[in-house]
């Protein structure tokens, strides 16, 4: 997100920092002071699945007796994590006159890495530095006694990434993702309750059609009639099923290297006679076809039998 159109006033957030007047909001970025900071490359593809794994991954380096919160994007090829404190945030703000409801957003200090050319002067023992890509505080000491400090104008800075304090309270998914997921919980309701109304509908009609049959067939409304129906038919139709399923599996035993010599089909059995000139293939025909419940018998040395009784 490209803040460059915001008309928040942005000050950088350090323990040596002057006291603030006003009464409007204004964008706050922590320095390394308020925050620690992590970058790992991670087989993940979200923002939110790495914002699950960031508590262990600063097991070594927080205070367990503070509760911190976390934050999390994309660097390049690796992962930027952010472990902060809001209560530690917010209580040294109110000190500085700045309240918590006049917080909009809150920035890393990480992102001004690559407006950094020389240090930042942060007071009277520490400045602020990019060291390999890293945003890191340097004691003063270090440094020369004529050391010019970069002066960076933070209105001309574009962050990329920025989170509302309420957010820094709530789950692991962001903003953005939690838009899309219930847009998609969404339209899966919207597409049930639709699919919903057709099945309805769809049993209406079934039902409207049984009751025109019976009104035309007053006997089928006889339970007993209707059982004895299916009793008479139920086996012819499950012979049937049984023929065109053998019929099937005997279509799937043919290859290029093999032929159809024979098929027998009766109110009894089913049988075929197939032919090939490779062993292979006809050890391949035979395993298949028992493993499909036909008893096999071989004709010659390139002629199997199968059937199947019905």
């Given at each position: 997100m490209n803040l460059m159109g915001s008309s928040n006033r942005r000050v950088l957030v350090h323990r040596d920092m002057e006291s603030i007047t006003t009464t409007d909001s204004v964008d706050i970025i922590l320095t390394p002071q308020f925050y620690t900071f992590l970058r790992e490359e991670l087989g993940v593809r979200f923002a939110?699945?790495?914002?699950?794994?960031a508590p262990s991954l600063f097991d070594d380096y927080l205070d367990d007796s503070q509760e911190y919160q976390f934050h999390v994007y994309k660097c390049e090829e690796h992962w930027c994590f952010f472990a902060y404190s809001v209560e530690e945030i917010t209580s040294f703000l109110e000190t500085k006159g700045?309240?918590?409801h006049q917080i909009s957003k809150i920035f890393f200090a990480q992102e001004?890495?690559?407006?950094?050319?020389?240090?930042?002067?942060?007071?009277?023992?520490?400045?602020?530095?990019?060291?390999?890509?890293?945003?890191?505080?340097?004691?003063?000491?270090?440094?020369?006694?004529?050391?010019?400090?970069?002066?960076l104008n933070l209105e001309n800075v574009s962050f990329k990434s920025g989170i509302a304090l309420s957010s820094s309270y709530d789950s692991f998914v962001p903003l953005k993702e939690t838009i899309i997921i219930s847009s998609l919980l969404l339209l899966l309701g919207v597409a049930f309750?639709?699919?919903?109304?057709?099945?309805?509908?769809?049993?209406?009609?079934?039902?409207?059609?049984?009751?025109?049959?019976?009104?035309?067939n007053p006997r089928l409304s006889s339970s007993l009639v209707r059982k004895s129906i299916l009793g008479e038919y139920e086996p012819i139709d499950?012979?049937?099923?049984?023929?065109?399923?053998?019929?099937?599996?005997?279509?799937k035993l043919l290859s290029a290297k093999s032929i159809l010599k024979e098929l027998t089909i009766d109110d009894n059995k089913i049988s075929a006679t197939i032919e090939t000139d490779s062993t292979a293939t006809m050890k391949q025909i035979e395993t298949q076809a028992r493993s499909k419940k036909f008893k096999t018998k071989k004709e010659g040395s390139k002629q199997i039998k199968m059937e199947r009784v019905i």
């Open positions: 939110y699945q790495a914002k699950q794994i700045v309240k918590i001004l890495s690559s407006y950094m050319e020389n240090a930042i002067d942060l007071g009277s023992t520490l400045s602020m530095q990019s060291l390999d890509g890293t945003v890191a505080l340097l004691p003063k000491r270090l440094m020369s006694s004529d050391y010019r400090y970069d002066t309750i639709v699919e919903g109304g057709r099945i309805k509908s769809s049993i209406q009609s079934a039902i409207e059609k049984e009751e025109a049959l019976l009104d035309k499950r012979r049937e099923r049984l023929k065109r399923d053998s019929a099937e599996q005997i279509s």
